[in-house]
Every structure is written in C-alpha cells, then in structure tokens.
C-alpha cells in the first residue's frame, strides 16, 4: 500500500503563504494521480486541487484559484500546494491523497490517505 505524509502547516497571517508538502512511499507513485483535500470544523471535507499522474493535467477548486499551485516530483515521490494570499477561510486540516484509477476531485473515489497537518490562517 501507498504511505503518505504531509508536512509544512502552520500558523500564517492573512495575505501570507505556505507551502504543504506531501512524502508519498511506494514503487507506483508515479501512476497515481494526486490530490489536496481540507476539511474545517464542521465542514465537509473538500477537493482543494489535483494533479493527473504526469503533472500536466491540473483542476483546482474555485476558491483557489489564482492563489494555490499544485505541482509534484515523481522522482522524489512527492507533491506539494504552494498556497498564496492565505485567508482565514483557509483555515483547516489539509490531507494529502492518492488515487489509482482516476484524476478525480471525489473524495471517495481516493485510495490513500496522510495523517494531514493543520493550516490555521489569522485575521
């Protein structure tokens, strides 16, 4: 199975930036197409941007449009999300995930998962 870990959450003031990172292990990860999920409280977890197995094909959520950049290395196994002009809105438990079969912004359609890590944006 496919083992994923994200790292660089924090604590960012509003306009600032971050960038998530996500360590995936496995000798397939190239044929994975990849995705950002978040979820805030009481929210559903959401599709924030996904990457095809290649890296060139991108879809990213309207609300981050013009701000996030989705990118990965397949020889490094991993990808990342470049988030810029943060706003409090932003603000929740950012997961990294993997899919097989399909690019796709459904969660459930998604083979593995990482642990997360916590973005938490200030007014």
């Known amino acids: 199975q496919v083992q994923l870990v994200e790292s660089g959450g924090g604590l960012v003031q509003a306009g600032g930036s971050l960038r998530l990172s996500c360590a995936g292990s496995?000798?397939?990860?190239?044929?994975?197409?990849m995705g950002w999920f978040r979820q805030a409280p009481g929210k559903e977890r959401e599709s924030v941007a996904v990457?095809?197995?290649?890296?060139?094909?991108?879809r990213y959520a309207d609300f981050v449009k013009g701000r996030f950049t989705i990118s990965r290395d397949n020889a490094k196994k991993m990808v990342f999300l470049q988030m810029n002009s943060l706003k409090p809105e932003d603000t929740a438990v950012y997961y990294c995930?993997?899919?097989?079969?399909?690019?796709?912004?459904?969660?459930?359609?998604?083979?593995?998962w990482g642990q997360g890590t916590q973005v938490t944006v200030s007014s």
């Open positions: 496995g000798r397939t990860f190239g044929s994975y197409a």
């Open positions: 995930a993997a899919n097989y079969a399909t690019m796709t912004s459904i969660k459930d359609e998604y083979d593995y």
């Open positions: 990457i095809g197995y290649s890296g060139i094909n991108i």
